[in-house]
């Protein structure tokens, strides 16, 4: 069923992008078909041809840096929309920065992790003598401000994100039973294409709440 295999594909793009893969990249190997698991089964040359090198495969497959868990890296994507914090540009490839560096801090927690663009990792990786660098205390402020700009746009929202995958499964089921011609965004959690409709609003936790009552109790 296409809600499963989108489902599937949107755990192998996280699980790259937690271990340091960028969205551009993570997308082309979900698009080839591939898992983490079934690349470690291709060998380098065909590994090439989907943009995949030496250096992306020890990213992958590292017993020294685990991946980001879960529930972190689900929020953290969730509250910055996939965007990077300082240039807010949501078409660009964005990428997990941490600003103390794993091999110093060993950590993984949300305050250290901010998503970047692919540009402004490199700025933040880059010491300037001549020009302002882009320093762990600037990143920071940017993610506080940008973070915070998002729940203000979001405040009629108010669902869990590490729910969000499978309420949208529920969702997506919901809409079926309602015989309603549907798509999935693939650049949402959330959003859905409803065909012969001008428009209809409907709030998650509205939803979430018709499929799990049931009438025959009552």
């Not at 996280?14 to 060998?43: F, H, P, R, W």
């Not at 309420?167 to 309602?178: G, I, R």
Request: with cysteine.
């Amino acid at each position: 069923m296409k809600i499963k295999r989108n489902i599937v594909m949107s755990k192998t793009l996280n699980a790259l992008l937690s271990k340091g893969i960028d969205s551009e990249k993570a997308m082309n190997i979900v698009k080839a078909g591939y898992t983490i698991q079934s690349l470690a089964t291709c060998g380098s040359e065909k590994l090439k041809l989907i943009g995949i090198d030496k250096k992306d495969i020890e990213l992958i497959y590292s017993k020294s840096r685990p991946s980001i868990p879960d529930e972190i890296l689900d929020n953290l994507l969730y509250k910055s929309r996939r965007t990077c914090c300082i240039c807010r540009e949501k078409e660009k490839s964005i990428i997990i920065h941490h600003l103390i560096e794993w091999h110093e801090s060993r950590s993984h927690s949300e305050d250290n992790l901010v998503v970047l663009c692919l540009y402004h990792h490199d700025e933040a990786h880059t010491k300037k003598e001549l020009s302002l660098n882009l320093t762990p205390e600037r990143i920071k402020n940017a993610k506080i401000k940008w973070e915070a700009e998002i729940e203000t746009l979001d405040k009629g929202l108010r669902v869990i994100p590490k729910e969000l995958a499978s309420l949208k499964e529920k969702w997506f089921k919901f809409l079926q039973k309602l015989n309603m011609k549907i798509e999935i965004s693939e650049s949402s959690y959330y959003d859905f294409k409803i065909h012969g409709r001008k428009s209809l609003i409907l709030a998650l936790y509205e939803i979430l709440w018709v499929i799990n009552f049931n009438p025959s109790k009552n």
